[in-house]
């Protein structure tokens, strides 16, 4: 049974960093691709950054510049580091992995992010 798992997030004044990592187990073949998303409260879910199993990561514009995803592709785990948070940022955070360009396959539980003086 596949299982990703979120951490890493938590409570940050605006300006400061998290690092949120994904873990995954029980797969029996790779990802071609995985990604970040996030909802925040009363809103719908939003593709927050990506990267495939050859290590080309896209990001949305709200987050070029901030954010780094990154990918240890040894432990099938992938990580946001997050830079500069701004409140607008506070959300869910959730990981998701698929086998093909445009596939969702699995979600992880999700781990929450606020940005709060």
């Known amino acids: 049974q596949v299982q990703l798992v979120e951490s890493g997030g938590g409570l940050v004044q605006p300006g400061g960093s998290l690092r949120l990592s994904c873990a995954t187990s029980?797969?029996?073949?790779?990802?071609?691709?995985m990604g970040w998303h996030r909802q925040a409260p009363g809103k719908q879910r939003e593709l927050v950054a990506q990267i495939t199993r050859s290590g080309y990561a896209d990001y949305e514009d709200f987050v070029k510049g901030r954010f780094t995803i990154s990918r240890d592709g040894a432990e099938n785990t992938i990580y946001l580091e997050m830079n500069n948070l701004k409140p607008e940022d506070t959300a869910v955070y959730y990981c998701?992995?698929?086998?093909?360009?445009?596939?969702?396959?699995?979600w992880g539980q999700g781990t929450q992010v606020t940005v709060s003086a």
């Open positions: 998701d992995a698929g086998y093909s360009p445009l596939q969702t396959n699995f």
């Open positions: 029980g797969m029996t073949r790779s990802f071609y691709r």
